[in-house]
Protein backbone atom coordinates (compact mmCIF):
# COMPACT_ATOMS: atom_id res chain seq x y z
CA UNK A 1 0.00 0.00 0.00
CA UNK A 2 3.37 2.49 0.69
CA UNK A 3 4.22 2.04 -2.55
CA UNK A 4 0.14 2.61 -4.16
CA UNK A 5 0.28 5.84 -1.98
CA UNK A 6 3.95 7.09 -2.90
CA UNK A 7 2.71 6.68 -6.87
CA UNK A 8 -0.45 8.63 -5.81
CA UNK A 9 0.79 11.31 -4.44
CA UNK A 10 4.08 11.95 -6.90
CA UNK A 11 0.77 12.40 -9.27
CA UNK A 12 0.18 15.49 -7.55
CA UNK A 13 -4.07 14.83 -7.15
CA UNK A 14 -3.63 14.47 -3.60
CA UNK A 15 -4.11 17.53 -0.99
CA UNK A 16 -1.13 18.76 0.83
CA UNK A 17 -2.76 17.88 3.76
CA UNK A 18 -1.79 14.50 3.29
CA UNK A 19 1.56 12.75 2.34
CA UNK A 20 2.48 9.15 1.55
CA UNK A 21 2.06 7.82 4.85
CA UNK A 22 -1.94 9.25 5.13
CA UNK A 23 -2.46 7.68 2.16
CA UNK A 24 -1.34 4.20 2.90
CA UNK A 25 -3.15 4.49 6.37
CA UNK A 26 -6.38 5.13 4.01
CA UNK A 27 -5.24 2.52 1.66
CA UNK A 28 -4.84 0.09 4.68
CA UNK A 29 -7.91 1.01 6.72
CA UNK A 30 -10.12 0.74 3.21
CA UNK A 31 -9.09 -2.46 2.49
CA UNK A 32 -9.21 -4.02 5.86
CA UNK A 33 -11.17 -7.92 5.32
CA UNK A 34 -13.23 -6.88 7.86
CA UNK A 35 -14.61 -4.41 5.12
CA UNK A 36 -14.93 -6.93 2.90
CA UNK A 37 -16.70 -10.29 4.95
CA UNK A 38 -19.15 -7.57 6.54
CA UNK A 39 -20.10 -5.48 3.57
CA UNK A 40 -20.05 -9.21 0.91
CA UNK A 41 -20.54 -12.02 3.16
CA UNK A 42 -22.40 -10.67 5.93
CA UNK A 43 -24.85 -7.88 4.11
CA UNK A 44 -24.91 -9.58 0.67
CA UNK A 45 -23.12 -6.74 -1.30
CA UNK A 46 -21.92 -7.98 -4.73
CA UNK A 47 -18.10 -8.49 -5.11
CA UNK A 48 -18.86 -5.40 -8.06
CA UNK A 49 -20.73 -3.47 -5.65
CA UNK A 50 -17.57 -3.69 -2.84
CA UNK A 51 -14.86 -2.54 -5.64
CA UNK A 52 -17.26 0.68 -6.19
CA UNK A 53 -17.36 1.31 -2.58
CA UNK A 54 -13.97 0.68 -2.15
CA UNK A 55 -12.73 3.20 -5.00
CA UNK A 56 -15.34 5.59 -4.10
CA UNK A 57 -13.90 5.60 -0.48
CA UNK A 58 -10.49 6.05 -0.97
CA UNK A 59 -10.81 8.57 -3.68
CA UNK A 60 -13.65 10.80 -1.84
CA UNK A 61 -10.30 10.76 1.09
CA UNK A 62 -7.31 11.25 -0.71
CA UNK A 63 -7.49 12.64 -3.64
CA UNK A 64 -8.58 16.03 -4.63
Aim: no cysteine; glycine share 4%; net charge negative.
Amino acid sequence: MTMFAAELVATGGVPPEHDVDSVADVLWLAMDARNYDWLVRTRGWSVERFQRWYADTVSAAVLA
